[in-house]
């Protein structure tokens, strides 16, 4: 009896597969796809190889995002890190702050 492999996977637009590129996926393989830089991922990302030696219908749809610009979240983290270090040193002022913790004004 021959074992029956599929082929690779389909090609999504704007996806590549994640991992290794194997030329034949054994029954009940997953091949993942992952949308590229630039485009939102909808659906599902997997596949499935099946007995018969064909992949599912690739549900997964890659579409342009219109907010990539957006992503400049970096300048940040710099700024973050000072406020830190200074807190640690400062810790006279942490006691007073404990005692008046039992009178909770208004906080409800």
């Known amino acids: 009896m021959a074992t ?4 690779a996977p389909p090609l999504v637009d704007n996806a590549f597969l994640i991992g290794r ?12 796809y992952q949308c590229a830089d ?6 599902v990302p997997t596949v ?3 007995a018969n030696g ?3 219908r690739p549900k997964i749809i890659c579409s342009k995002s219109r907010r990539s610009h957006r992503y400049r979240r970096h300048h940040h ?13 400062g810790g006279g002022g ?3 702050r404990e005692q008046n913790h039992g009178h909770g ?4």
């Open 54 to 56: 064909k992949w599912d």
């Open 4 to 7: 029956v492999l599929c082929g």
């Open 105 to 108: 004004h208004g906080h409800s």
């Open 48 to 50: 499935r190889c099946r």
């Open 94 to 96: 942490h006691k007073g």
């Open 21 to 32: 590129k194997r030329t034949h996926y054994d029954i009940h393989s997953v091949a993942r």
């Open 77 to 89: 983290h710099k700024s973050h890190h000072e406020h830190r270090k200074h807190r640690k040193h």
């Open 38 to 43: 630039g485009f939102l991922q909808r659906h």
